[in-house]
């Protein structure tokens, strides 16, 4: 089928087997989400033929593997960004970026200098990868694997390996990515908060199995997923920047379904932003208190609950005009406010996180 | 002079000999290395035993068993008369071939080694930059082993070099065809000419010194770069 990614692996992998029936958009960014161990690298191995198993595989249509036929991983137009950036120390960064290029016969739509000017690298070109720093490496191997003009980019956990510094470092070169390229690309993270940034589409894996697959706010703001998240359950809205107070330096954000007020920090009305609000930072109230500091209130429905991780707590699932947030109270509190499904309330987001 | 003629002529011949020793090693040896270094199989642990049988075996029975084999009653023997090109043994051909047997360790071990330590990240990337097998090789392995090459090259020349026993089981005394410097040595010291021994012997040792001295320097100095 054109506009799709068919994977269909099974793989024994130590106490467990691959065992995966994803159908994903050959567009944007799919995270395969999981903690480690759980069959994500190796799903993308066999994606790129790194692994050979049994399985079928087309991309937009074309086969790349099926009973009959196994397209070697040198002959898959696709570009790899692998943990460490494994570049060749034997060739200068311009060798490096060259290496694949030379190599692929497909018309080039992504220019060698858009790669190079996409992740800032143009002055380290005759550098040998022993005199690059870490960050330095992964942006040259990010341009590296899109310098063959691939139809499918596959990163795996191509910060792992990084700081946190580094990691900071790259992220906007990915993001700039998303933005510029049309590109589809697998993204294999064991990161919620890379998965809230760079994602469209999420597709959780636990040992060897895919446990959700969708579109990414409608697997986050599922119930029975955040669990594997703990801390970090909370749902990403996409909005844009409707307002500056330059007074007190905070700008209002349009979602559909409501507006959030947040800190400023340079945006441009307009502008298309992804937040991030986790639910231990989302409260709920019966009424809309003036005297509080929380400045964004919203009017909301509860749509469910579910228990949460720890047996003291309980996750609910609000809905916000055209939007699901997620909020995290104790189930004493749920109880004293008799908080149950259908009943209208208002929920206090106390922070939101920019992530673009 | 310092040499005699035949001193020189010997010299020339061990020249030839090894260049022409580590040449076919390095043919041969390459794609054995490879495959032992990137094998799975059961094969591996008996033929990388065979490829380093004649590190322990004393060069007399090596040579003994290529001298039964070349022969005109043995397989490679047959095979030549049949062929009818001349019988290898007390030929120059014939101390190549002893000689590539020798030597095979010193050329296969290294650049296994070699191989090895570049491991399977390299070839995958080059993989998924749309480089097949033989490009990988040529692109990737080679160049990322080179220095295994150089180690593999030089060792295998100057155990050749080095050889005596196998040379006397197969190639004899003959000057000008099998008359190595080693076994001019022996000659000189078998008839007392101890001067003449000397003198060839430090050409050997200084010749030796300064080919290890090449390898050893280059080596310390671009692990010293890598740092």
Partial sequence: MTGQILARFTKPLGDFCLDVDLSLPHRGVTAIFGHSGSGKTTLLRCIAGLERTEGSLSVNGEVWQDANRFLPTHRRPL????????LFPHLSVLGNLNYGRKRTQQEHRVGLEQAVDLLGIGHLMDRKPDKLSGGERQRVAIARALAVSPRLLLMDEPLAALD???????????????EHLDIPVLYVSHSPDEVARLADHLVVMESGRTVAQGPLGEILARLDLPIHLGEDAGVVLEATVAELDPTWHLARLNFPGGSLWTRDSGLTPGHSVRVRVLARDVSLALQHYEHTSIQNVLPAVVEAMAPDDHPGLTLVRLKVGGSVL????TQRSAFTLDIQPGHSIFAQVKSVALLE | MFLTQEDVQALILTARLAGTTTAILLLVGTPVAWWLARTKSWVKGPLASIVALPLVLPPSVLGFYLLLALGPQGPVGRLTQWLEISALPF???????????????????????????????PLEVAATLGAGPWDRFFTVALPLARRGFLTAGVLTFAHTVGEFGVVLMIGGNLPGATRVASVQIYDYVDAMQYA??????????????????????????????KV
Avoid: D
Avoid at chain 1, 169 to 175: A, G, T, V
Avoid at chain 2, 100 to 119: D, H, K, R, W
Avoid at chain 2, 204 to 222: A, I, P
């Fill in chain 2, 91 to 121: 030929s120059f051909w014939g101390l190549v071939l002893a000689s590539a047997f020798y030597s095979t360790p010193f050329m296969i071990q290294p650049l296994q080694a070699a191989f090895e330590g570049i491991g399977e990240r």
């Fill in chain 1, 79 to 86: 570009g790899y960004v692998f943990q460490e950036a494994s």
């Fill in chain 1, 326 to 329: 997620l909020a995290r109270l």
């Fill in chain 2, 196 to 225: 003449q021994a000397h003198h060839l012997a430090l050409v050997l040792v200084g010749l030796s010194f300064l080919v290890l001295l090449v390898l050893y320097t280059r080596r310390s100095v671009s692990a010293w770069s």
């Fill in chain 1, 164 to 178: 946190l510094a580094r990691k900071q470092e790259i992220l906007p070169y990915l993001e700039r990515l998303h």
